[in-house]
């Protein structure tokens, strides 16, 4: 990559312009021609370094119960438990991390549908190992924006970062409408001159109109951002840490507002602690090697004065996809 493409990927990992032509949008800001932006996006997806560009819908928002999910499996059976779990459509992530409770595994489920029933269903499935489930009970930050600048290009270069927003205060409405929208926003958006206007059309939409319902959704927090996802790992994070502490609950809120501060951590949430796993304060960690994952981890515990925490490094992805909503169940 140039400097160019990482501020490309700086933009577009931040917020994506909702307009007649995006892609002329960023052209302007970086000095560029529309076909050249599409160009070099193009180029960065074949590299495998953009996932996509979509909408990141608030699956609570829209109805969805979700979680994080641990399972304490033996070496021999992880092969068999990981293929059963990574089956459901509502598991976006699967990692295998070393620890008493070594496969982890984010998971949602449709409106209608139990989460506990669900994950205890994925259990005997996967061989019938100690499971826990881990939601969120409280957020406070959620964010995935890598740092791809150079030093030297980040004070010129860099986007500014938008707030996003942790719960919503309206509630979706559900409808064959609403759900084909979303259907629509969770893909890929096309490298076109004017995206918005091919899904309008495959919506049987006015474009405009259907900014105008991204802009909405985005202003109620049914949508989270719209923007990239890039492969951390290809544009040079090749370690990724959960970093997960005991903390006192009369502390837990001004240690989780803390870490959240930190460009580094790109989640943070307050779960609930178990006998066999009394860790209750999570923090996701991303950095270009599993030492410097541990220096950031030292840092965070010194600013929040915890000691007692540990690192857990993915030492296997079994499955990493967007959540596509609204899945069809047949």
């Known amino acids: 990559m140039d400097t160019i493409d990482r501020r490309l990927l700086d933009q577009i990992q931040r917020a994506f312009p909702i307009g007649e032509r995006p892609y002329a949008v960023l052209g302007e800001r970086l000095g560029l021609l529309e076909r050249d932006v599409l160009a070099r996006i193009e180029n ?19 109805g969805y119960h979700s979680s994080l999910v641990a399972m304490a499996v033996p070496e021999s059976h992880v092969e068999q438990a990981a293929e059963a ?18 496969l982890w595994f984010t998971i949602a489920v449709p409106p209608g549908r139990e989460l506990p029933t669900v994950v205890e269903q994925l259990a005997r499935k996967a061989g019938g190992w100690p499971t826990l489930i881990l939601p969120a009970v409280k957020k406070y930050k959620l964010a995935v924006v890598l740092d791809v600048l150079e030093d030297s290009e980040s004070e010129a270069g860099a986007a500014e ?5 942790l719960e919503s205060t309206e509630r979706f409405q559900v409808s064959e409408h609403t759900v084909k929208l979303v259907r629509c926003l969770q893909e890929d958006l096309p490298l076109v001159p004017k995206p918005f206007h091919r899904w309008a059309r495959s919506l049987d939409m006015n474009a405009e109109d259907l900014m105008g319902v991204i802009g909405r959704w985005l202003a109620r927090s049914w949508i989270r951002r719209f923007a990239a996802v890039l492969n951390h790992r290809r544009v040079g994070f090749g370690a990724n840490g959960m970093v997960v502490w005991r903390c006192d609950p009369s502390r837990i809120d001004a240690a989780g507002a803390a870490l959240a501060a930190f460009p580094e951590v790109s989640h ?6 178990h006998p066999q796993w009394p ?3 999570y923090a996701m960690i991303h950095g270009r090697s599993v030492s410097e994952c541990e220096q ?18 993915s030492t296997r992805e079994f499955k990493k ?4 909503l609204f899945w069809d169940e047949t």
């Open 321 to 324: 996809i967007r959540l596509k």
């Open 268 to 273: 943070c949430y307050q779960r609930p602690a």
């Open 279 to 281: 860790f209750n304060l």
């Open 296 to 313: 950031i981890a030292e840092r965070l515990a010194e600013a929040v004065g915890l000691a007692d925490y540990r690192i857990l490094f």
């Open 161 to 165: 970062v938008p707030e996003v927003p």
């Open 85 to 102: 779990v990574s089956a459901y459509p509502g598991v976006s992530h699967n990692y295998l991390r070393p620890a008493p409770f070594n």
């Open 44 to 62: 960065l997806k074949g590299l495998r370094l953009v996932r996509q560009i979509s909408a990141i819908f608030n699956t609570g928002a829209l």
